[in-house]
């Protein structure tokens, strides 16, 4: 993955970091694997225009299965909240984690528009295509019984990566992500990755757009694929990864983990 690199704009006089458009996915709400206080304090310190919901932000499927819902994680839902109410053009596109969500498309919640795609034009006049990504998995869209048991298996998967490195670190060694090394190193994962960016960005030049912004995968990357700004803005399950916009029209990938110096191993932080 391209790593992502901290932002040089220098805050306002609040300590706020503010951007003409954010792009934020698969949060995961109702999960455990959740960085939620992560999340919190991304948006307590940063302010923009637009900011997009790209899916997966609550997690539909593990909350049918068992309840999980802490104070951060409705924390984070009334700020997104907040945030419409004081002038943020929020919208939300639903992903399959929270499909339930896309019987309402087309409507209106606290301020937050609910929609299936939308095409957003940066200021420097490139128009990007937005979306999930969901429909371009071919697991999730002929195989959904085989994505309910990849889901199973990846939350076993963060629950090892947890105690794994709660070992490293009482060894003196810094936080590893066994799902990433997986990403990389198998090479079946690899294909499915660049399968799933090729069929998205098939769809951005099908649309006649300058690029695509998505989620679903949480592999944070921008990259240019057949003429097409291919971006991914990542998870918060992981990567902790931001997709930003400043107001000249430049794209950045924001990783917060890194730029605050949080361990992924904390269980909570100060977003005060």
């Known amino acids: 993955m391209n790593m992502p690199i901290p932002s040089p704009a220098v805050p306002a006089h609040d300590g706020k970091r503010r951007f003409r458009?954010?792009?934020?996915?698969?949060?995961?709400?109702?999960?455990?694997?959740?960085?939620?206080?992560?999340?919190?304090?991304?948006?307590?310190?940063?302010?923009?225009?637009?900011?997009?919901?790209?899916?997966?932000?609550?997690?539909?499927?593990?909350?049918?299965?068992?309840?999980?819902?802490?104070?951060?994680?409705n924390d984070v839902v009334q700020k997104v909240l907040r945030k419409a109410r004081k002038g943020t053009e929020v919208v939300f596109l639903p992903g399959n984690h929270d499909e339930m969500f896309r019987t309402f498309l087309g409507l209106h919640f606290g301020g937050v528009k609910i929609a299936n795609k939308a095409i957003h034009t940066t200021a420097d006049g490139r128009r990007l295509l937005i979306l999930h990504g969901d429909r371009f998995d071919g697991v999730v869209r002929y195989a959904r019984w085989v994505a309910f048991l990849?889901?199973?298996?990846?939350?076993?998967?963060?629950?090892?990566?947890?105690?794994?490195?709660?070992?490293?670190?009482?060894?003196g060694y810094p936080y590893w992500?066994?799902?990433?090394?997986?990403?990389?190193?198998?090479?079946?994962?690899?294909k499915y990755i660049d399968c799933y960016e090729e069929a998205v960005a098939s769809e951005a030049r099908r649309c006649d757009v300058d690029g695509v912004v998505c989620g679903h995968i949480h592999h944070a990357e921008m990259r240019r694929i057949g003429g097409v700004l291919y971006c991914n803005d990542g998870d918060w399950v992981e990567?902790?990864?931001?997709?930003?916009?400043?107001?000249?029209?430049?794209?950045?990938?924001?990783?917060?983990?890194?730029?605050?110096g949080f361990s992924m191993l904390q269980p909570t932080v100060d977003a005060t």
């Open 21 to 73: 458009t954010i792009w934020i996915s698969d949060i995961h709400l109702g999960t455990r694997g959740c960085k939620a206080d992560f999340l919190l304090d991304f948006l307590k310190r940063t302010e923009s225009e637009k900011l997009y919901l790209v899916g997966d932000i609550i997690d539909g499927w593990r909350l049918k299965k068992s309840w999980y819902w802490p104070q951060s994680h």
């Open 150 to 171: 990849g889901d199973g298996a990846y939350a076993l998967a963060l629950l090892a990566n947890h105690w794994f490195n709660i070992a490293r670190r009482r060894l």
């Open 177 to 190: 992500s066994l799902s990433a090394w997986l990403k990389q190193r198998v090479k079946n994962a690899v």
């Open 239 to 260: 990567s902790c990864t931001a997709l930003v916009e400043h107001f000249d029209g430049r794209l950045e990938m924001l990783n917060w983990a890194e730029i605050r």
